[in-house]
């Protein structure tokens, strides 16, 4: 008898417990799926505190309230990236921002950097407005994803944007609407291709994939623009609320010129800036601010690169169109390179003195500032005894375009080479294909 009520008593306890774990299960579907609790801590414990860094003449000023979380591409390296959203960025004028432009910045391989605290306001967004508000920095964060506008964005970069942004959203209560990026927000005043207020400002971020971030509903449609506050910039306009924006996107993926894609639609307000530099399809590079002189915008040639941020307090880079690159904190292996950054074809010689091909590398931001790189080669071909230069180019061994890399780690071309007779053993040649 006692020893039924006993197991009736634990049965009932039993199922009471069931029941409240779950209700507790239904109440609070936590974690968020994919993470757990543990990746959780490690995530935020391993974030980089770069607070330090920030200008001294940046002024932390606590937000009044949150109402947004804004992504952004830096369109430069980690370097470059780090120094300007924390010291702020130069211009050739001598003027230079405060810095302070982002809350946080996620590298290529996803480590997270902390530039302020997430309560400050980060001067990120400019001229921007949504849903009728303005100045956008004074009511979100800022995010800098480094990377690309015209380029795909990492795995590593994603998975952090993702638990970052569900940190975030908790701590301001923010829904999934509230992540915009900033080619959304971002307004210009007329100019010569709108004549009122209009968007497309910035393409920054426009190719940040929300559903790869874990992010669910979006807007539909840009409010200012319905509201006839702005006018629509075609592009984004398909791209961010026109359902053949999926497709539309790999067409533009590109920082190439072509009937498509415009000065205006790569760089956006910085089309004519000093710091965006146009590389025409002969090697030649010109600054935005000398393109309408020199050849007007309508007759910029299809296939012309275009880089952003070519200023970024240090010298420009030199020559573009000779065959050996080097990559600097302004010039990536990516913005050599585009999409061949990561091809067979596409070999980098590290300072260290290794060799390695573009598909034995998982990324440019580990790759070192002084590499030097040439685009579309095979090889090597190894100078011996009885294979001479000759043997292996042909005609062309003396040819500037004809690639030497000498044991020393020196790596010029067949123009270059003052005595074919003196070849140190064990140089070895690469030819175009
Ligand atoms: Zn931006």
């Given at each position: 008898m006692k020893f039924k009520r006993l197991k009736r008593q634990l049965f009932t306890r039993w199922a009471v417990l069931c029941f409240a774990a779950l209700c507790m299960i239904m109440i609070h579907p936590e974690p968020?799926?994919?993470?757990?609790n543990s990746e959780y801590r490690r995530f935020q414990a391993g974030i980089i505190n770069?607070?330090?860094?920030?200008?001294?003449k940046f002024r932390k000023i606590r937000r009044k309230q949150t109402r947004y979380i804004i992504v952004h591409t830096s369109e430069l390296g980690l370097k470059a990236t780090l120094r300007v959203v924390s010291r702020g960025k130069q211009f050739k004028s001598g003027f230079r921002t405060p810095g302070g432009h982002a809350n946080y910045v996620i590298a290529r391989n996803g480590r997270v950097y902390?530039?302020?605290?997430?309560a400050f306001r980060a001067?990120?967004?400019?001229r921007s407005m949504w849903n009728r508000q303005k100045d956008i920095s004074s009511v979100s964060l800022g995010i800098e994803l480094?990377?690309?506008?015209y380029a795909p964005l990492t795995d590593r970069q994603y998975r952090s944007a993702a638990m970052l942004i569900d940190i975030l959203q908790k701590v301001y209560n923010?829904?999934?609407?509230?992540v915009l990026t900033h080619s959304q927000i971002a307004y210009g005043l007329p100019n010569p291709w709108f004549r009122k207020d209009h968007r497309g400002r910035k393409r920054c971020?426009?190719?940040?994939?929300r559903a790869r971030a874990g992010l669910g509903p979006t807007w539909s449609h840009d409010p200012d623009v319905r509201a006839g506050l702005l006018m629509p910039d075609p592009q984004l306009d398909s791209l961010f609320y026109k359902k053949s924006g999926s497709v539309r996107i790999l067409a533009q993926a590109s920082n190439l010129i072509s009937k498509e894609n415009s000065a205006w639609s790569i760089a956006?307000?910085?089309?004519?800036?000093?710091?965006t530099v146009y590389i025409l399809p002969g090697g030649k590079a010109l600054p935005g601010d000398r393109v309408k002189k020199i050849i007007g915008w309508s007759h910029l040639?299809?296939?012309?690169r275009v880089l952003l941020?070519?200023?970024?307090?240090?010298?420009?880079?030199?020559?573009?169109?000779?065959p050996v690159k080097i990559i600097s904190t302004s010039m990536t292996a990516w913005s050599h390179?585009?999409?061949?950054?990561?091809?067979?074809?596409t070999v980098y010689f590290l300072p260290s003195g290794k060799t390695r091909s573009g598909a034995q590398i998982?990324?440019?931001?580990d790759l070192p500032i002084k590499t030097r790189l040439i685009i579309g080669y095979q090889g090597p071909h190894k100078i011996t005894k009885d294979r001479t230069a000759y043997r292996i180019?042909?005609?062309?061994?003396?040819?500037?375009k004809t690639v030497y890399h000498f044991p020393s780690g020196r790596v010029t071309t067949g123009n270059k080479v003052?005595?074919?007779?003196?070849l140190p053993r064990g140089t070895e040649i690469y030819l175009p294909l």
């Open positions: 968020a799926p994919g993470f757990t770069y607070q330090n860094r920030l200008n001294k902390r530039i302020m605290n997430k001067d990120h967004a400019g480094v990377g690309y506008h923010l829904s999934d609407l509230a971020a426009k190719n940040f994939d956006g307000e910085d089309y004519d800036s000093q710091t040639p299809v296939n012309t941020n070519q200023d970024t307090g240090e010298k420009q880079a030199s020559v573009p169109d000779l390179a585009g999409q061949a950054y990561k091809e067979k074809t998982s990324d440019w931001d180019a042909g005609s062309a061994y003396k040819s500037e003052k005595d074919f007779s003196q």
